[in-house]
């Protein structure tokens, strides 16, 4: 059986876009295949009483700086948006659409939608710019718009982020070898050496 770990991570999260950016790596170096668990980590800093590293203005102005230094190390783009907080919930609830029905597309739109938030900068909570985004990456908005709505889509999205806080999540990303937790994308060697052992 092929090894696996699990991922919880939010669009809005400037280090699961980081995340994100290394899982192809991640499954080369290891051999092993990511579960995605799109969770709304707003919901998870309430359950939880985490807040934005934004919300203490010098620690919010040091992070981008810190995670600049790692999209570079990384060889990958990343611009502060002008627009965060983006409100992910309907973006999450589309992607968790797409995964209950084993669309061939959602790591498609996952790539889009990180591009379009972290690289492009462009404001996602406007439904109109998500809809040019999709519209211009060949998605059926509405469709996608009208999958988001759905009552399941909405259940399961909640049941993920239920499980992630019951499991201890604080935070995105995070990722789970077995019962070992590791926050945070400057936690992917750890992750690695666990995948190895």
């Known amino acids: 059986m092929a090894k696996t770990f699990d991922y919880f991570f939010d669009f809005g999260s400037l280090a699961a876009y980081l995340a994100h950016t290394q899982m ?5 170096d290891t051999g092993a295949n990511p579960i995605y668990l799109p ?3 707003g919901a998870v800093f309430k359950a939880t ?3 934005s590293p934004v919300s203490v203005p010098a620690k919010g102005k040091y992070v981008f700086v810190d995670f600049k230094r790692f999209a570079d190390s990384y060889g990958v783009p990343l611009n502060n948006n002008p627009f965060f907080p983006i409100i992910t ?3 999450m609830r589309m992607l968790t659409g797409l995964q209950m029905r084993s669309d061939a597309r959602m790591h498609e739109f996952m790539d889009i939608i990180f ?3 972290w ?12 809809g040019r985004v999709l519209g211009e990456a060949h998605f059926d908005a509405k469709e996608l718009f009208d999958l988001a709505n759905e009552q399941a889509t909405k259940d399961r999205l909640k049941d993920v982020t239920t499980q992630a806080v019951e499991r201890g999540v604080f935070g995105a990303p995070t990722f789970f070898v077995g019962k070992h937790m590791f926050w945070g994308q400057d936690r992917i060697d750890q992750l690695k050496a666990a995948l190895k052992s």
Do not use: F, R, S
């Open 49 to 51: 009483g985490n807040v």
């Open 39 to 41: 969770m709304l980590l």
């Open 115 to 117: 591009k379009a938030i």
């Open 89 to 91: 919930t309907t973006l």
């Open 119 to 130: 690289v492009d900068a462009l404001n996602l909570n406007d439904p109109e710019v998500v």
């Open 24 to 28: 192809d790596k991640i499954k080369a």
